[in-house]
């Protein structure tokens, strides 16, 4: 079955970072572009970065650009956030989340959550001193 599972989370101090990863199974990750979003209590899912099939498209929210770097290893089926110098405002449940996307389109994009069919179970991710 498709199946996205995050890991690498957990509690750091602020300024420290943390690699997240997603590992997929069930599909063939160089057909499907690549979203990571968040969710901290209260407040609305925030698309915090994406990448396309190929790697050509990347984008990152204007709240982790500079922070944050997303990259895929299409042959080992796993998606990485690189999070260097966090925030205590980064708190959230990060979720890893893939699309199908057809041959020769590299598209990615942040503000279309809806369009992303497959979503991983989410991973607490807490910055605090």
Same mark, same amino acid.
């Given at each position: 079955?498709?199946?996205?599972?995050?890991?690498? $989370?957990? =509690? /750091?101090?602020?300024?420290?970072?943390?690699?997240?990863?997603? !590992?997929?199974? $069930?599909?063939? =990750? *160089?057909?499907?572009?690549?979203?990571?979003?968040?969710?901290?209590?209260?407040?609305?899912?925030? $698309?915090? &970065?994406?990448?396309?099939? &190929?790697?050509?498209?990347?984008?990152?929210?204007? &709240?982790?650009?500079?922070?944050?770097?997303?990259?895929? *290893?299409? $042959?080992?089926? /796993?998606?990485?956030?690189? /999070? @260097?110098?966090?925030?205590?405002? @980064?708190?959230?449940?990060?979720?890893? !989340?893939?699309?199908?996307? %057809? @041959?020769?389109?590299?598209?990615? !994009?942040?503000?279309? %959550?809806?369009?992303?069919?497959?979503?991983?179970?989410?991973?607490?991710?807490?910055?605090? &001193?």
């Amino acid at each position: 079955q498709l199946q996205l599972v995050e890991s690498g $989370g957990g =509690l /750091m101090h602020p300024g420290g970072s943390l690699r997240l990863s997603c !590992a997929i199974s $069930g599909f063939s =990750l *160089d057909k499907y572009a690549i979203g990571w979003f968040r969710q901290a209590p209260g407040k609305e899912r925030e $698309g915090i &970065s994406c990448i396309s099939v &190929s790697g050509v498209n990347i984008k990152y929210a204007e &709240s982790v650009k500079g922070r944050f770097t997303i990259t895929r *290893d299409n $042959g080992k089926n /796993m998606v990485y956030l690189q /999070m @260097d110098s966090l925030k205590p405002e @980064d708190t959230a449940v990060y979720y890893c !989340a893939s699309t199908f996307v %057809a @041959d020769g389109i590299n598209w990615c !994009a942040l503000r279309t %959550a809806e369009l992303f069919e497959y979503w991983g179970q989410g991973i607490q991710v807490t910055v605090s &001193s």
